[in-house]
């Protein structure tokens, strides 16, 4: 019987328009990838064409895993996730313990190739909570049995995750975990009561760290460290600017010329406002909020409570990175290392999946 039904549910049609809508924005990340890390790509090497190569090459693999994924049925998922949240904590613990670091930070493990575990612990977090709130569905409603104890779960990956440290990480998987706990029955005067002595302690993890207070100094004022913590986000801010309207035109950017540092990476889309103009980043904009709203139509038509909470974590994760991205670009919130979905190079989610694909209808 159950061979029976996974083969049924494979024939299942897929989200036409999500799956366009991510096939063009893979499409315009790697046109931008190539614009925009081309002088850095000669300046390191003999050809220009380094980064968009290997991008591409992660956009088949990203490709390929969605069709495959969306073809396997997602309760699969449910019988493992207790197994998937002990492998996230042991990949955290391996970071600190073997990982190897850069920029002052722990984040990257080598297994054959060089990856940030964290992010496949935002997949692996999206379905312990989507099995764990769906198991405890009854509780949801109390305090201490049901907001307490579901919270409790994220509490070591965070922890883990400040001792790299990694704060945007942290960022990104408490606003999933609270949004699929809101969404699975949690009450909001629950996470108020919580936020009272949570938002102390947040707000002392996040400037312990002198850097951390650099940053929020520079972005109150860049000009005044131009030359140092604020130089990233003044050069994104005239590539802005000079964007225009319609754009410098495609490959025009001199933002990029060793201005702005690693155009391909988290200021991706400063150089896309230079070249494309707001119309460029209208689009984007625009095809990013046709991905987050299938994904919540995917998951208000799951058929049961377990697709829909993995539909809406995914939903979340690469909504929540989008406007992180595009604040922190814009000089709308201080610095992070947040990457643009879809356009970032190596945006490392694109080899666990594409899509909120996972729930079929």
Same mark, same amino acid.
């Given at each position: 019987?159950?061979?029976?039904?996974?083969?049924?549910?494979?024939?299942?049609?897929?989200?036409?328009?999500? #799956?366009?809508?991510?096939?063009?924005?893979?499409?315009?990340?790697?046109?931008?990838?190539?614009?925009?890390?081309?002088?850095?790509?000669?300046?390191?090497?003999?050809?220009?064409?380094?980064?968009?190569?290997?991008?591409?090459?992660?956009?088949?693999?990203?490709?390929?895993?969605?069709?495959?994924?969306?073809?396997?049925?997602?309760?699969?998922?449910?019988?493992?996730? !207790?197994?998937?949240?002990?492998?996230?904590?042991?990949?955290?613990?391996?970071?600190?313990?073997?990982?190897?670091?850069?920029?002052?930070?722990?984040?990257?493990?080598?297994?054959?190739?060089?990856?940030?575990?964290?992010?496949?612990?935002?997949?692996?977090?999206?379905?312990?909570?989507?099995?764990?709130?769906?198991?405890?569905?009854?509780?949801?409603?109390?305090?201490?049995?049901?907001?307490?104890?579901?919270?409790?779960?994220?509490?070591?990956?965070?922890?883990?995750?400040?001792?790299?440290?990694? &704060?945007?990480?942290?960022?990104?998987?408490?606003?999933?975990? #609270?949004?699929?706990?809101?969404?699975?029955?949690?009450?909001? !005067?629950? &996470?108020?009561?919580?936020?009272?002595?949570?938002?102390?302690?947040?707000?002392?993890?996040?400037?312990?760290?002198?850097?951390?207070?650099?940053?929020?100094?520079?972005?109150?004022?860049?000009?005044?460290?131009?030359?140092?913590?604020?130089?990233?986000?003044?050069?994104?801010?005239?590539?802005?600017?000079?964007?225009?309207?319609?754009?410098?035109?495609?490959?025009?950017?001199?933002?990029?010329?060793?201005?702005?540092?690693?155009?391909?990476?988290?200021?991706?889309?400063?150089?896309?406002?230079?070249?494309?103009?707001?119309?460029?980043?209208? $689009?984007?904009?625009?095809?990013?909020?046709?991905?987050?709203?299938?994904?919540?139509?995917?998951?208000? !038509?799951?058929?049961?409570?377990?697709?829909?909470?993995?539909?809406?974590?995914?939903?979340?994760?690469?909504?929540?990175?989008?406007?992180?991205?595009?604040?922190?670009?814009?000089?709308?919130?201080?610095?992070?290392?947040?990457?643009?979905?879809?356009?970032?190079?190596?945006?490392?989610?694109?080899?666990?999946?594409?899509?909120?694909?996972? $729930?079929?209808?």
């Amino acid at each position: 019987m159950a061979k029976k039904r996974v083969s049924k549910f494979a024939n299942k049609p897929f989200d036409f328009t999500i #799956c366009i809508t991510v096939l063009i924005l893979l499409a315009l990340g790697i046109v931008m990838v190539l614009s925009a890390s081309s002088p850095s790509a000669l300046a390191e090497g003999d050809s220009s064409y380094t980064y968009a190569i290997s991008q591409a090459t992660y956009a088949v693999i990203g490709i390929a895993a969605m069709f495959i994924i969306s073809k396997i049925d997602y309760r699969f998922y449910k019988k493992y996730y !207790k197994l998937g949240y002990v492998v996230a904590i042991i990949l955290l613990a391996l970071v600190l313990i073997m990982g190897s670091s850069s920029g002052g930070a722990k984040r990257w493990l080598r297994i054959g190739i060089r990856f940030q575990p964290s992010e496949l612990v935002k997949i692996l977090l999206i379905v312990f909570y989507a099995g764990f709130l769906t198991d405890h569905r009854e509780d949801l409603g109390k305090f201490g049995k049901g907001f307490l104890y579901s919270i409790l779960f994220v509490v070591p990956i965070l922890g883990l995750l400040i001792l790299e440290p990694h &704060f945007s990480a942290c960022v990104i998987m408490m606003a999933i975990t #609270c949004v699929m706990m809101l969404m699975a029955g949690c009450k909001m !005067k629950h &996470f108020l009561l919580a936020a009272i002595p949570a938002i102390p302690v947040i707000i002392f993890i996040a400037l312990k760290d002198q850097y951390r207070v650099d940053r929020v100094l520079s972005f109150l004022d860049p000009w005044k460290y131009a030359e140092d913590e604020g130089w990233q986000v003044i050069q994104s801010l005239y590539a802005i600017g000079s964007g225009g309207l319609f754009g410098a035109g495609l490959g025009e950017s001199k933002q990029k010329y060793l201005y702005v540092s690693e155009p391909q990476n988290d200021f991706i889309f400063s150089i896309l406002a230079e070249e494309l103009g707001f119309i460029g980043c209208a $689009v984007v904009i625009i095809l990013f909020a046709i991905l987050i709203w299938r994904g919540i139509v995917t998951a208000m !038509k799951a058929p049961d409570m377990f697709g829909s909470l993995l539909a809406i974590g995914i939903t979340v994760l690469v909504g929540v990175q989008v406007i992180i991205n595009i604040a922190v670009v814009t000089s709308s919130i201080p610095v992070t290392g947040m990457p643009l979905p879809f356009f970032s190079y190596r945006w490392y989610s694109l080899s666990y999946f594409n899509v909120p694909e996972w $729930v079929c209808y």
